[in-house]
């Protein structure tokens, strides 16, 4: 028995959790704090447009060379429309980030039980990181709604028996080559995600999509390059400085595991939103949710059941930025760097979570 009965209601459910998440994301967002973080691609469409001068280096990072420029031309849409309202172009980008929750709930439901798919498009829709990293036009503005299509469409590319595979592995790699052209980070270690992933797989890879999509991928990064190889003094004086904040030697950070998991507890978030008797068992049970999950893959793998290699991939997706950030040399470990586990870990508690709630619903209906 489903745990919501009906077509109609079901239909319902996945266009409430979108208008949620949409709610969430919009709540007071004239009241989000801006930086120049926030301001830089949109200024350099707004110099495009006003000078004619094409950005073909993005706004500079604290830890290397600068961030390709595709979030700029972004930008350029509700620069073009709205006549250069900087306003406009911030909560266009939010805007595109609400559509993450219904592509994580339609992506994944063709390789995962509608259930599973529901509760991680809701979990993706509350999680206080997720809304606070959706409400921004720097960068890695698209980042939430980039990381579902990525990993959505990979693991569609890559299910048994998956019609079209092909072009969904095409349209992966082109999700991926416009996502890396907006941020650097994602340039490097969304790549890395999706080549372990696909390495689990390796007997159901579709080959031309592959193929044709790496090429798609690979003159993205020679157009970067270039750009990069252009300005070469002033990105080796970025390199300088980053060099300043790294150590001697590497640093183990147990804090990466940490800051992964958080996007799925909203560990140091919900402690400002909620009082400590709400927020401290939301977070334990948020927790337990994603470890269960964890357990669960173990289980599935053990038994060799057919669906084991959906959990395997999700884990795989999760655990390479968490291993890479494991042993770093920068002073700080941030946050921010652990953004790429995106949306696996919803998806891992999710899959508890709606085992959960089948067996309850199971027992409340017999």
Partial sequence: MRWYAGRRLGRAWPLAITLLGAFLRWYRLGDTQLLWDHAYPVAQGIRLLQSGI????GQPTSFF???????AYFSLLPLILFSNSFWLAFWFSTALNVLAMPLLYRLTRAYLPDRTALLAAFL???SPWVIDYSRTSW?????????????GLLLWALAPRAKHANARMLAMFASLALLGQSYFLALVLVPIQAAAVTLTRWRHIPWRGLLAGAALFAAGLVTFGAAVAAALPTQLLEVSRANRNLGASAVFAPDAAWFGLSYVTGQDYFDQLLPPWAATP??????????LGLALVGVRLIRRRPDAWVGAALLVWWAVPVAIFSYHWWSTLWQWHL????????LLAAGSCAGATARVCSTSGS
């Fill in 124 to 126: 993706y829709a509350v």
């Fill in 54 to 57: 094409w950005p073909t280096l």
């Fill in 139 to 151: 960068s890695s503005a698209l980042l939430p709604v980039g990381d579902v299509l990525v990993l």
């Fill in 339 to 346: 953004r790429t586990t995106l949306p696996a870990g919803q």
């Fill in 65 to 71: 060379i600068s961030n390709p420029p595709g979030q």
């Fill in 282 to 291: 939301l977070q334990w049970a948020l927790g337990l949710a994603f470890a």
